[in-house]
């Protein structure tokens, strides 16, 4: 099949931003919408309350960003809505005024686009909220409503909020606060196309879909993926899928997914024991039981052959998220997990994803816990920040981890070895997991008429070429939890 997926991905470094808790601005005057009772910033986060972050402060925040090393950003949901993490939208064509409107949003993407930062925003089109207006209606107006068609109502009277009292419509997953909307009809499906095409004509640069598979109207996201690719080819449209997401990569819908098939394992390999079930149990991404090194190898050769190679260079990677809890806490705050997380994660195919926070080691439950504020200066983890600093300024330097092949060399015990490959250009990473050093002698047999990479690009311990009968033999010397990069 004939796959094309936006090349610009393929480079791209990601931070994903959960508007409401990143950060605050203070220098502009927002009027009577802004005058709202806020959560302090620094309180544990609940999950009816606001933060007040807005998008001045992303504006305020960009070339923090830049210096990382970003170079696009997904927001989670921004449009008007009555929570916290807007997945309850009201009105899709306006930016909450919380988060300082559609001024705001448009300044930010001027001020991102200058600096080559691509945005990516949140397409929740599965179910909206009970303020929606064409849902606010029909409350309002009950069988009289002319758009009742626009959802799933099953009979009356609809029972809104009284949880005693059956709702009499679907709402996602059972929640009445979630009315699903009727993709059957075509008028919503012509309504959420116009609203994907308007934020691409706006100038945004992809679209992260919510819980796509469960739109099952035939040809919805077919057409969704011509309307928006027919007002910018280049636009990103990911899907969330955690499991096996070959029946929306086909080509003729997603250019990829939230690559949790990704996450679980490296987690479980990096983790291993450390990992908190009470975090880990629930959500459906399974970084347990643990895993050694060629159990990693097979998890990750697995998923290799997924999907087409086109895709696994768009694969967004991530390692935490607001869905699921950070891994630090995860890891029960070892910092060495994180680290051979984020190594792994930015030498693999695809773009890697950084939840905002995590590079200053920030912890995180499962939600609202993982949606924590972004912490001030003085509390920062500095070495989590130069770490995740150079790995990324490595992965832009060196076009092997973006787009080279990716081959397995070794995988013994905690031991994991493999090599990123273009025609010229040679990376190799070598991981130890245990708590143990690890000595391994590595045969290599990839066709190489290059010079063997012999410079130390990041990490710790030794490597030492020997030339064997057949072929050369990589000597690696490794401490506990750690990792080297060859270049």
Request: glycine share 8%.
């Amino acid at each position: 099949m004939d796959v094309q997926t936006p090349d610009w991905v393929k480079h791209a470094v990601f931070y994903q931003i959960f508007p409401d808790r990143f950060a605050r601005s203070n220098n502009h005057s927002y009027g009577p919408a802004m005058a709202a009772a806020l959560e302090p910033w620094d309180d544990p986060p609940t999950l009816e309350g606001y933060k007040g972050g807005n998008l001045w402060g992303v504006i305020e925040r960009l070339d923090y960003l830049q210096d990382l090393g970003i170079t696009a950003i997904y927001f989670t949901p921004i449009f008007q809505s009555t929570s916290n993490h807007r997945y309850h939208t009201h009105d899709y064509y306006q930016v909450d005024p919380l988060l300082g409107g559609n001024e705001a949003f448009f300044a930010l993407l001027e001020a991102a686009h200058q600096r080559d930062i691509r945005v990516v925003l949140d397409g929740v089109f599965n179910h909206t909220g009970r303020g929606f207006f064409y849902f606010n209606d029909i409350l309002e107006n009950g069988p009289h409503s002319p758009w009742l068609d626009w959802f799933k109502i099953e009979a009356w009277p609809l029972s809104a909020y009284d949880g005693s009292l059956p709702a009499n419509y679907i709402g996602w997953i059972g929640n009445r606060a979630l009315p699903e909307f009727n993709h059957d009809n075509p008028a919503v499906r012509e309504y959420i196309m116009r609203v994907g095409e308007h934020w691409i004509r706006a100038g945004i640069d992809g679209w992260r879909l919510d819980v796509p598979f469960e739109i099952a109207t035939e040809g919805f996201w077919q057409e969704f993926r011509q309307r928006v690719k027919a007002l910018n080819p280049d636009a990103y449209i990911v899907g969330e899928v955690w499991k096996d997401a070959r029946p929306w990569l086909d080509g003729t819908q997603f250019d990829a997914v939230m690559n949790y098939l990704f996450t679980g394992p490296t987690i479980a390999y990096v983790a291993g024991p450390r990992v908190q079930m009470e975090y880990a149990e629930l959500p459906d991404y399974y970084p347990y039981p643990p895993l050694d090194a060629r159990g990693y190898g097979d998890k990750i050769q697995q998923l290799l052959e997924r999907y087409p190679w086109e895709i696994q260079l768009s694969q967004l990677n991530l390692l935490s998220s607001h869905d699921i809890a950070r891994l630090l806490s995860v890891a029960g705050e070892d910092q060495a997990s994180l680290a051979l997380g984020v190594l792994l994660q930015m030498t693999f195919p695809g773009a890697p994803s950084v939840y905002y926070g995590d590079e200053v080691g920030l912890p995180g439950g499962l939600d609202p816990d993982c949606r924590r504020t972004f912490p001030p200066q003085a509390q920062w983890n500095q070495e989590m920040l130069t770490l995740h600093r150079g790995l990324i300024a490595l992965r832009r330097a060196h076009p092997a981890l973006r787009v080279g092949g990716y081959e397995v060399l070794a995988a013994e015990g905690m031991t994991y070895v493999f090599a990123r490959v273009l025609p010229q250009e040679l990376i190799i990473i070598a991981v130890n997991a245990d708590e143990q050093p690890s000595q391994l002698t590595v045969p290599f047999a990839l066709d190489w008429s290059e010079e063997l990479p012999q410079q130390r690009l990041f990490g710790q311990g030794s490597a030492t070429w020997q030339q064997g009968t057949a072929s050369p033999q990589l000597a690696l010397e490794l401490p506990a939890r750690s990792g080297l990069v060859l270049g």
